[in-house]
């Protein structure tokens, strides 16, 4: 089992930059792929980026393909999220999840723990 804990989050401005952490306990983070979610009010919980368990591979939402990279530091137990030209859509609360098995996930329900999450406003 993982417990997963954001920070990061805040105020910003359009076209400002801000950096997520998730900070995960336990010994086996490594073994974990993790992934970045967002909601915001009113909307389903969203996909944004997710890392393999070495780092060597990632996968993001179109959306913010090209503005966010998503990071991890096994020896920190932590994954980070790198939010670049943020836009006033970019506003949500942000997840940090850790799936058990093998292979990226985009979905949801293909993540077994999850953080309490983190908020992103994006003022224009």
């Known amino acids: 089992q993982v417990q997963l804990v954001e920070s990061g989050g805040g105020l910003v401005q359009a076209g400002d930059s801000l950096r997520l952490s998730c900070a995960a306990s336990g010994r086996t983070f490594s073994s974990y792929v993790m992934g970045w979610f967002r909601q915001a009010p009113g909307k389903e919980r969203e996909f944004v980026a997710t890392i393999g368990r070495s780092a060597s591979i990632t996968y993001y939402a179109d ?5 966010f990279t998503i990071s991890r530091d096994n020896a920190k137990n932590t994954v980070y999220l790198q939010m670049r030209t943020l836009e006033p859509e970019d506003t949500a ?3 940090c999840a850790a799936r058990g098995r093998t292979g990226l996930g985009s979905s949801r329900t293909e993540y077994d723990y999850w953080g309490q999450g983190t908020q992103v406003t994006v003022s224009s």
């Open 93 to 95: 609360v942000y997840y």
């Open 63 to 67: 959306s913010v393909k090209g503005r």
